[in-house]
Nanobody, 120 residues
Framework: QVQLVESGGGLVQPGGSLRLSCVASGNILRILGMGWYRQAPGKQRELVAGITVGGRSTAYADSVKGRFTISRDNAKNTVYLQMNSLKAEDTAVYYC?????????????WGQGTQVTVSS
């Protein structure tokens, strides 16, 4: 099993920035590809960004390209999501995901989620 713990969410004004972190523990051999997903009220969970196990390949939702950057530090079993130029429509619960075999396709492991609210 893999456990994921997210942090870094909060309230930010439009145009602001946040950095989410997700630390993985447990059977680290199963971590593989990682990603961030989000779910807004009344909407389905959607991919925000994904990254391969070695960090060489990434994938982004069109709505966040050029604003968000995913990265990982395998020495720390941690994946990050740097979010810049935040918009109200980025408001959602953000979930960390791990265990993916294909970048951009969710694996079986999920964190508990962290709330991101973009509002003035």
């Amino acid at each position: 099993q893999v456990q994921l713990v997210e942090s870094g969410g909060g309230l930010v004004q439009p145009g602001g920035s946040l950095r989410l972190s997700c630390v993985a523990s447990g059977n680290i051999l199963r971590i593989l590809g990682m990603g961030w997903y989000r779910q807004a009220p009344g909407k389905q969970r959607e991919l925000v960004a994904g990254i391969t196990v070695g960090g060489r390949s990434t994938a982004y939702a069109d709505s966040v390209k050029g604003r968000f950057t995913i990265s990982r530090d395998n020495a720390k079993n941690t994946v990050y999501l740097q979010m810049n130029s935040l918009k109200a429509e980025d408001t959602a619960v953000y979930y960390c995901n791990a265990g993916s075999s294909i970048v951009g396709v969710a694996g079986p492991y999920w964190g508990q989620g962290t709330q991101v609210t973009v509002s003035s």
